[in-house]
Antibody
Framework: QVTLKESGPVLVKPTETLTLTCTVS??????????VSWIRQPPGKALEWLAH???????SYSTSLKSRLTISKDTSKSQVVLTMTNMDPVDTATYYC???????????WGKGTTVTVSS | QSVLTQPPSASGTPGQRVTISCSGS????????VYWYQQLPGTAPKLLIY???QRPSGVPDRFSGSKSGTSASLAISGLRSEDEADYYC????????????FGGGTKLTVL
């Protein structure tokens, strides 16, 4: 069974850096046809793709957030980490990590973690 | 503002067939597969349709997808109360080094 679980702080202050970890099970981050995406959803708003990383370490970022995002993976720990710098209250959202399959696209999602940005 | 355009709302009565549209451009829907997600209140999105019209195992055949040019549609037949949810389309976009793009979501109400 494929599962993904997000972890990280519930509350961050403006200007701080957010670090989120996605721990996966049921598939390997070294699988040639797999990757992991990060997607967020502000309260009451639409989904917004942030970044993804593939098994070959190929990365892609949202053009509007590229300067603030870094995605990386630790295959031995089955973890993908997303950092976002200079957090602002508008970054308050539920952050999801999800498996990215070459066949089924973004197919399995974690339950999400809610991050509030407030002083 | 989302790259893919969906109507903000849709509605139907139990048993009816409803469709939700998704409009994009040549760099996303026009040249790549379309995916559809269902998000029940308070839960994570769930994949409904992949590669335009394929259903993952476990998704009822009441849900179907189609694509034509730079637009796509999700159809739900035999509407049920448990179908009340937000629905999102998504596609890969070839511009700017590649990225995933989502629609703004459509809230489906079962009357």
């Amino acid at each position: 069974q494929v599962t993904l679980k997000e972890s990280g702080p519930v509350l961050v202050k403006p200007t701080e850096t957010l670090t989120l970890t996605c721990t996966v099970s049921g598939f390997s981050l070294s699988n040639a046809r797999m990757g992991v995406s990060w997607i967020r959803q502000p309260p009451g708003k639409a989904l917004e793709w942030l970044a993804h990383i593939f098994s070959n370490d190929e990365k892609s970022y949202s053009t509007s957030l590229k300067s603030r995002l870094t995605i990386s993976k630790d295959t031995s720990k089955s973890q993908v980490v997303l950092t976002m710098t200079n957090m602002d209250p508008v970054d308050t959202a539920t952050y999801y990590c999800a498996r990215l399959s070459m066949v089924q696209g973004v197919d399995v999602w974690g339950k999400g973690t809610t991050v509030t940005v407030s002083s | 503002q989302s790259v893919l355009t969906q109507p903000p709302s849709a509605s139907g009565t139990p048993g009816q067939r409803v469709t939700i549209s998704c409009s994009g451009s040549s760099s996303n829907i026009g040249s790549n597969y379309v995916y559809w997600y269902q998000q029940l209140p308070g839960t994570a999105p769930k994949l409904l349709i992949y590669r335009n019209n394929q259903r993952p195992s476990g998704v009822p055949d009441r849900f179907s997808g189609s694509k034509s040019g730079t637009s796509a549609s999700l159809a739900i037949s035999g509407l049920r109360s448990e179908d009340e949810a937000d629905y999102y389309c998504a596609a890969w976009d070839d511009s700017l080094s590649g990225r995933w793009v989502f629609g703004g979501g459509t809230k489906l109400t079962v009357l």
